[in-house]
Protein backbone atom coordinates (compact mmCIF):
# COMPACT_ATOMS: atom_id res chain seq x y z
CA UNK A 1 0.00 0.00 0.00
CA UNK A 2 2.55 2.84 1.12
CA UNK A 3 5.19 1.54 -1.64
CA UNK A 4 2.67 2.22 -4.54
CA UNK A 5 2.29 5.68 -2.86
CA UNK A 6 6.21 5.57 -3.53
CA UNK A 7 6.06 4.59 -6.66
CA UNK A 8 4.27 7.34 -7.77
CA UNK A 9 5.65 10.85 -6.42
CA UNK A 10 4.19 12.83 -9.09
CA UNK A 11 0.58 12.05 -8.25
CA UNK A 12 0.58 12.30 -4.43
CA UNK A 13 2.46 15.62 -5.00
CA UNK A 14 -0.59 17.00 -7.59
CA UNK A 15 -3.03 15.82 -5.10
CA UNK A 16 -1.39 17.78 -2.32
CA UNK A 17 -1.34 20.65 -4.80
CA UNK A 18 -4.83 20.34 -5.73
CA UNK A 19 -5.75 20.14 -2.30
CA UNK A 20 -3.85 22.88 -0.91
CA UNK A 21 -4.98 25.12 -3.63
CA UNK A 22 -8.66 24.31 -2.69
CA UNK A 23 -8.16 24.72 1.04
CA UNK A 24 -6.78 28.38 0.21
CA UNK A 25 -9.70 29.73 -1.99
CA UNK A 26 -12.10 28.32 -0.03
CA UNK A 27 -10.57 30.29 3.54
CA UNK A 28 -10.13 33.81 0.79
CA UNK A 29 -13.95 33.32 0.01
CA UNK A 30 -14.83 32.77 3.56
CA UNK A 31 -12.86 36.19 4.63
CA UNK A 32 -14.65 38.01 1.72
CA UNK A 33 -17.90 37.14 2.94
CA UNK A 34 -16.97 38.33 5.95
CA UNK A 35 -15.54 41.74 4.73
CA UNK A 36 -18.61 42.26 2.90
CA UNK A 37 -20.81 41.82 5.96
CA UNK A 38 -18.55 44.05 7.82
CA UNK A 39 -19.08 46.62 5.04
CA UNK A 40 -22.18 47.31 5.58
CA UNK A 41 -21.70 48.37 8.75
CA UNK A 42 -19.14 51.24 7.57
CA UNK A 43 -22.45 53.12 6.27
CA UNK A 44 -23.01 54.41 9.78
CA UNK A 45 -20.16 52.78 12.21
CA UNK A 46 -17.41 54.49 9.64
CA UNK A 47 -15.13 53.23 7.10
CA UNK A 48 -13.13 49.33 8.21
CA UNK A 49 -15.24 50.25 11.49
CA UNK A 50 -13.50 53.19 12.28
CA UNK A 51 -16.03 56.04 13.36
CA UNK A 52 -15.60 59.30 11.87
CA UNK A 53 -17.49 60.95 15.42
CA UNK A 54 -21.01 60.55 16.68
CA UNK A 55 -20.93 57.10 16.54
CA UNK A 56 -19.36 53.70 18.62
CA UNK A 57 -16.27 52.68 16.51
CA UNK A 58 -16.27 48.76 15.92
CA UNK A 59 -12.35 48.27 15.12
CA UNK A 60 -10.87 47.13 18.17
CA UNK A 61 -13.50 46.51 20.17
CA UNK A 62 -13.27 43.00 22.15
CA UNK A 63 -15.31 40.52 20.42
CA UNK A 64 -16.96 38.53 23.20
CA UNK A 65 -18.36 41.62 24.16
CA UNK A 66 -19.76 42.84 20.94
CA UNK A 67 -21.13 39.53 20.34
CA UNK A 68 -22.76 40.10 24.01
CA UNK A 69 -23.96 43.68 22.52
CA UNK A 70 -24.85 42.21 19.44
CA UNK A 71 -26.96 39.51 21.24
CA UNK A 72 -28.40 41.52 23.15
CA UNK A 73 -30.12 44.50 20.85
CA UNK A 74 -31.62 41.06 19.61
CA UNK A 75 -33.10 40.29 22.23
CA UNK A 76 -34.25 43.52 23.28
CA UNK A 77 -32.18 43.64 26.46
CA UNK A 78 -30.70 46.95 25.20
CA UNK A 79 -32.68 49.67 23.94
CA UNK A 80 -31.73 50.94 20.14
CA UNK A 81 -33.01 52.76 17.61
CA UNK A 82 -31.68 50.57 14.79
CA UNK A 83 -29.27 47.58 16.20
CA UNK A 84 -32.06 45.94 17.69
CA UNK A 85 -33.70 45.00 13.78
CA UNK A 86 -30.10 45.22 11.92
CA UNK A 87 -28.70 42.65 14.57
CA UNK A 88 -32.15 40.10 13.88
CA UNK A 89 -30.40 40.11 10.14
CA UNK A 90 -26.98 37.75 11.18
CA UNK A 91 -27.28 34.25 12.84
CA UNK A 92 -25.05 33.73 15.63
CA UNK A 93 -21.85 32.53 13.39
CA UNK A 94 -22.12 35.37 11.44
CA UNK A 95 -22.02 37.30 13.87
CA UNK A 96 -19.23 36.03 15.59
CA UNK A 97 -17.23 36.11 12.39
CA UNK A 98 -17.90 39.97 11.76
CA UNK A 99 -16.99 40.44 16.11
CA UNK A 100 -13.90 38.74 15.23
CA UNK A 101 -12.98 40.58 11.89
CA UNK A 102 -13.58 43.86 13.91
CA UNK A 103 -11.59 42.85 16.77
CA UNK A 104 -8.55 41.86 15.17
CA UNK A 105 -8.18 45.51 13.43
CA UNK A 106 -6.02 47.96 15.79
CA UNK A 107 -8.62 50.47 17.47
CA UNK A 108 -6.63 53.44 16.04
CA UNK A 109 -7.11 54.14 12.95
CA UNK A 110 -3.50 53.72 11.29
CA UNK A 111 -2.35 56.73 10.21
CA UNK A 112 -2.06 56.77 5.62
CA UNK A 113 1.53 57.04 4.89
CA UNK A 114 2.65 60.31 3.25
CA UNK A 115 5.61 60.18 0.83
C1 LIG B 1 -28.10 52.37 9.82
C2 LIG B 1 -26.96 52.63 10.72
C3 LIG B 1 -26.25 51.44 11.34
C4 LIG B 1 -25.70 50.36 10.69
C5 LIG B 1 -25.72 50.03 9.21
C6 LIG B 1 -25.05 49.57 11.72
N1 LIG B 1 -25.20 50.15 12.95
FE1 LIG B 1 -24.48 49.48 14.72
N2 LIG B 1 -25.27 51.06 15.68
C7 LIG B 1 -26.08 52.02 15.08
C8 LIG B 1 -26.66 52.87 16.12
C9 LIG B 1 -27.59 54.05 15.89
C10 LIG B 1 -26.18 52.37 17.35
C11 LIG B 1 -26.56 52.84 18.77
C12 LIG B 1 -27.65 51.92 19.28
C13 LIG B 1 -28.97 52.12 18.54
O1 LIG B 1 -29.65 53.12 18.78
O2 LIG B 1 -29.34 51.24 17.70
C14 LIG B 1 -25.28 51.26 17.03
C15 LIG B 1 -24.58 50.54 17.98
C16 LIG B 1 -23.79 49.44 17.69
C17 LIG B 1 -22.98 48.72 18.65
C18 LIG B 1 -22.75 49.09 20.09
C19 LIG B 1 -21.55 50.01 20.10
C20 LIG B 1 -21.06 50.31 21.49
O3 LIG B 1 -19.82 50.36 21.63
O4 LIG B 1 -21.87 50.43 22.40
C21 LIG B 1 -22.41 47.67 18.01
C22 LIG B 1 -21.48 46.62 18.58
C23 LIG B 1 -22.86 47.75 16.64
N3 LIG B 1 -23.68 48.84 16.48
C24 LIG B 1 -22.47 46.85 15.67
C25 LIG B 1 -22.84 46.94 14.34
C26 LIG B 1 -22.47 45.98 13.34
C27 LIG B 1 -21.62 44.76 13.59
C28 LIG B 1 -23.01 46.40 12.16
C29 LIG B 1 -22.94 45.72 10.81
C30 LIG B 1 -23.38 44.36 10.76
C31 LIG B 1 -23.72 47.64 12.43
N4 LIG B 1 -23.60 47.93 13.76
C32 LIG B 1 -24.39 48.38 11.48
C33 LIG B 1 -26.31 52.19 13.74
C34 LIG B 1 -25.94 51.30 12.75
Excluded at 79 to 101: C, N, R, V
Aim: hydrophobic fraction near 40%.
Amino acid sequence: MMQSFIRKPSVLMASLFVGLLGATSLASAQSLQIKQWAASCAACHGTDGYSEGGMASLAGQNKDAMIKKMNDYKTGKIPATIMHQLSKGYTDEQIAQISAYFAALPAQKPVAKTK
